[in-house]
């Protein structure tokens, strides 16, 4: 139980004593203590001045005077700073809490409850690598459904692959055309690399033929539809949609050789799924759905025969789901995708996490669900994150200014050694650690720095920024538990040791334990938010303040050696919540650095 938790319910029965009204723990506002006061908590005095009609001085000293007197052992003192109650906490209440949890390596782990939600993430299209904007994603949703695990959820990860369509097609073509048998072993290419690189040659070639026809007399937008190189590709994706045997081949052997390079890169970022989807599969699963809308009357026809929905009373417009001539649309594949996860989970929760330009289509699905009264409905979530942009500007495919989420790591990991090798603390490792440190440090800068950004906020990423041992980095926080670690490899905490439960903290000693202890609710605000930035900024002020800590107070020549049980209890429970805050980010800290 946090400090938290405990107080609000002691509040409102001081209130009820004092002043005779029930209250709610929802209706207390109940913060950290500004730095720059005295205390530990603060109680916001601002709702009951009006109520009571006395000023927020009289109020403050009646309340605080009332706690203290109910619970003389849990506080230390009381002070009012205009509307606010600051309350100190007793060093009991903190010492207790460091020697139950210190040696607790499953800190923060909540018990299972009843609730089954899926994370959708990831969601790449087979015709390129995953580049920056997808890493976003993937460390997002990996994170959001590592949080929902660990306080109780049962969670299923799934991702969709867009795997057909015109785009997978304009890769298939550009092959044929230019590739000459080409594979990505007699290249030596990564698969996904291979057939991305066809995806941007066909921007090339049909560039190239939209001036030629230009020349000739046409307008640019009737030469951009009618080049050889596009006429090709819809001829194939109507071959590919008919079933025909030698397209469908391709277009098998084309995308196993992106999901060998998208399972690789999986491995290397740590993402991983419990199941996935395929748009070649569902693609026309929502088409039953949208003909059982029409007979309830959700949807309507037009005179041409497409079928639609109008959102208008919800202050959006009509939307089509399926096109005059039977065709489906993304909407019509996410109506019947949704239907089917139900029928396989039978889901509490399904997230969805994609980017912002996907607010709109996100919003109408759910509607549509809800005008369709399935029982899901409401358990739809969007969340929404903003695109990651590089220092130059917003990225795009088809210019090839797309950073690959490969090339990102690899120049990482160069950074990386070149700053561990500078500060001279590789000499015990042999090749094969050194070259997995490498890729920790680096995988750790790369999801640490994307994760420290609110998702709803669009970021600029910045790779030497993001690898800086001393910032507001991912190494940072490695390397300072890894120096916990070493700390600790001298000598442990004695679990027999007499009980330093009378001690007398010092400034630094309870500024880390009292941060330390907030943990849990830090955890409770990532899981309400889904923002797994919370976390990240938490690890990083753990780590700040007990590299203060440390430089003020030595744990192995403590002054006695009551102190240096208690250091290195602290330097135990900061290692464990530096490991677990950083692992629901899906980041490894380093036992060495």
């Known amino acids: 139980m946090s400090i938290v938790s405990r107080l609000k319910p002691l509040v409102v029965k001081v209130l009820k004593e004092l002043y005779g009204q029930d209250f709610r723990e ?29 000023s927020p001085e009289q ?14 052992a849990l506080f230390s003192s009381f002070n009012v700073i205009k509307g606010f109650l600051n309350l100190g906490i007793a060093d009991a209440y903190w010492l207790h809490f460091l020697q139950t949890n210190y040696a ?24 390129k690598p995953l580049h920056l904007g997808h890493l976003r994603n993937n460390f997002l949703g990996w994170s959001v459904a590592e949080i929902l695990k660990t306080t109780g959820h049962k969670v299923i990860k799934t991702c969709i692959y867009n795997d057909r369509g015109i785009h997978i097609c304009k890769s298939m073509v550009t092959w044929l055309q230019f590739g000459n048998g080409a594979t990505p072993d007699s290249t030596g290419t990564k698969g996904d690399h291979f057939v991305g690189d066809y995806y941007v040659l066909f921007g090339v070639e049909h ?38 045997p030698g397209v469908r081949a391709l277009w098998q052997k084309m995308n196993s050789w992106v999901y060998e390079g998208f399972n690789e890169t999986y491995k290397k970022i740590g993402s991983d799924f419990d199941k996935n989807y395929f748009e070649s599969e569902t693609y026309l699963m929502g088409k039953e759905i949208v003909e059982d809308g029409l007979a309830k009357n959700v949807f309507f026809k037009k005179d041409d025969g497409s079928t639609w929905i109008d959102l208008t009373a919800d202050g959006l417009d009509e939307k089509l789901v399926l096109r005059k001539d039977g065709t489906s649309i993304y909407i019509t594949q996410d109506l019947g995708l949704a239907d089917k996860k139900y029928e396989q989970f039978h889901y509490d929760q399904s997230f ?13 699905l759910k ?18 994150y903003g695109l990651v942009e590089l220092p130059t500007g917003r990225m795009k495919t088809r210019e090839g200014t797309v950073v690959d989420a490969d090339d990102i790591i690899e120049e990482l990991k160069n950074v990386a050694k070149l700053k561990t090798e500078e500060l001279g603390k590789v000499k015990d490792f042999n090749p094969g650690e050194l070259n997995e440190l490498y890729e920790t440090i680096a995988i750790g800068a790369l999801k640490f720095f994307l994760l420290r950004v609110d998702p709803k906020k669009r970021m600029v990423f910045n790779p030497e920024e993001s690898i800086d041992f001393h910032g507001f980095t991912g190494p940072f926080v490695q390397y300072t538990h890894a120096r916990i670690k070493s700390i600790l490899r001298k000598e442990k905490p004695s679990a027999t040791h007499p009980s ?71 330097s135990e ?21």
Not at 27 to 51: A, H, M, R, W
Not at 375 to 383: K, Q
Not at 576 to 593: D, F, H, T, Y
């Open 207 to 244: 560039k190239k033929q939209v001036e030629v026809l230009v020349a000739d007399g046409m307008s640019k937008e009737e030469a951009e539809k009618n080049t050889p190189i596009m006429l090709a590709a819809q001829k194939m994706l109507v071959d590919w949609e008919n079933g025909d």
């Open 352 to 364: 969805y996490i994609i980017a912002d330009e996907q607010n709109y289509h996100m919003k109408v």
């Open 59 to 72: 109020l403050g000293k009646e309340i605080g005077e009332a706690l203290l007197k109910t619970e003389p």
């Open 104 to 127: 607790d390596k499953r800190i923060g782990l909540r018990p299972a409850n009843d609730k089954t939600i899926i994370v959708e993430y990831s969601s790449p299209n087979t015709n």
């Open 573 to 593: 429970l900061t290692s464990n919540i530096i490991a677990s805050s950083m692992n629901l980010l899906g980041i490894k800290v380093p036992e060495r650095m």
């Open 367 to 384: 509607l549509i669900l809800q005008r369709l009264k399935k029982p899901y409905a409401e358990g739809i979530y969007h969340l929404s």
């Open 500 to 570: 330093t439960v009378h001690s007398q903290l010092l400034s630094k000693e309870k500024e880390l334990l009292v941060l330390l202890e907030q943990y849990g609710t830090v955890l409770d605000q990532s899981l309400e938010e889904h923002n797994p930035s919370v976390l990240a900024i938490y690890a990083f002020n753990i780590a700040k303040t007990f590299n203060t800590f440390y430089t003020e107070h030595s744990v192995m020549n403590a002054e006695s050696e009551e102190k240096k049980q208690l250091r290195l209890q602290l």
């Open 26 to 54: 929802d209706d207390l506002t109940i913060n950290i203590t500004k730095p720059e006061f005295e205390g530990d908590y603060t109680l916001v005095l601002f709702s009951f001045v009006k109520q009571f009609k006395k």
